[in-house]
T-cell receptor
Framework: DTAVSQTPKYLVTQMGNDKSIKCEQN?????MYWYKQDSKKFLKIMFS???????INETVPNRFSPKSPDKAHLNLHINSLELGDSAVYFC??????FGRGTETQYFGPGTRLLVL | GENVEQHPSTLSVQEGDSAVIKCTYS??????FPWYKQELGKRPQLIID?????GEKKDQRIAVTLNKTAKHFSLHITETQPEDSAVYFC???????????FGKGTLLTVNP
């Protein structure tokens, strides 16, 4: 059984287009994350939702908008795509223990976005 | 916010040798320190983690040590094998901060 899944796996699109990436976890976790991994392999947190509430919102252009319809799903919508958005986007999930911070984060397989 | 520094950025060893990767963190409130392994084209996967109430943890050929006073932690891989070749990331998190801050990664190459 896939614990954290993402669709699509690959996304090739033109500059200026709008696209969405979907993420689902079946681990029963209450917190989900979006990370961006650039060509230098640096993993940078973008957003996090805890029980459908936004708890982390890093300095990300407002062209990126996360949406969490329920605690098992976290989607990422990107408007007006730019060349610099090309990267691998990873979804992750964990269980948060208040006062202890995050437990182990489990990553999805990644979505490879290429903007032409 | 938290800042995690990781060294070296690349590490090449002969099969059977040991490999050590070191990280430092800035936020003294951090209390959870995982290590992830990422093979080429794959997702990061947890290989070992340590919490601040423990100084060392071992799992077969992998060990992690933590020095809270100096704010640094290290990953030790003994008897390295070619399949250990990957990018390794350290990270830190803690308290009411649900965020994992990652180091920039170490590309480990194990030569047969």
């Amino acid at each position: 059984d896939t614990a954290v899944s993402q669709t699509p796996k690959y996304l090739v699109t033109q500059m200026g287009n709008d696209k969405s990436i979907k993420c689902e976890q079946n681990l029963g976790h209450d917190t989900m994350y979006w990370y961006k991994q650039d060509s230098k392999k640096f993993l940078k947190i973008m957003f996090s939702y805890n029980n459908k509430e936004l708890i982390i919102n890093e300095t990300v252009p407002n062209r990126f908008s996360p949406k969490s319809p329920d605690k098992a799903h976290l989607n990422l919508h990107i408007n007006s795509l730019e060349l610099g958005d090309s990267a691998v986007y990873f979804c992750a999930s964990s269980q948060v223990r208040f006062g202890r911070g995050t437990e182990t984060q489990y990553f999805g397989p990644g979505t490879r976005l290429l903007v032409l | 916010g938290e800042n995690v520094e990781q060294h070296p950025s690349t590490l090449s060893v002969q099969e059977g040798d040991s490999a050590v990767i070191k990280c430092t963190y800035s936020d003294s409130a951090s209390n959870y320190f995982p290590w992830y392994k990422q093979e080429l084209g794959k997702r990061p996967q947890l290989i070992i983690d340590i919490r601040s109430n423990v100084g060392e943890k071992k799992d077969q050929r992998i060990a992690v040590t933590l020095n809270k006073t100096a704010k640094h932690f290290s990953l030790h891989i003994t008897e390295t094998q070619p399949e250990d070749s990957a990018v390794y990331f350290c990270a830190a998190s803690g308290g009411s901060n649900y965020k994992l801050t990652f180091g920039k990664g170490t590309l480990l190459t194990v030569n047969p």
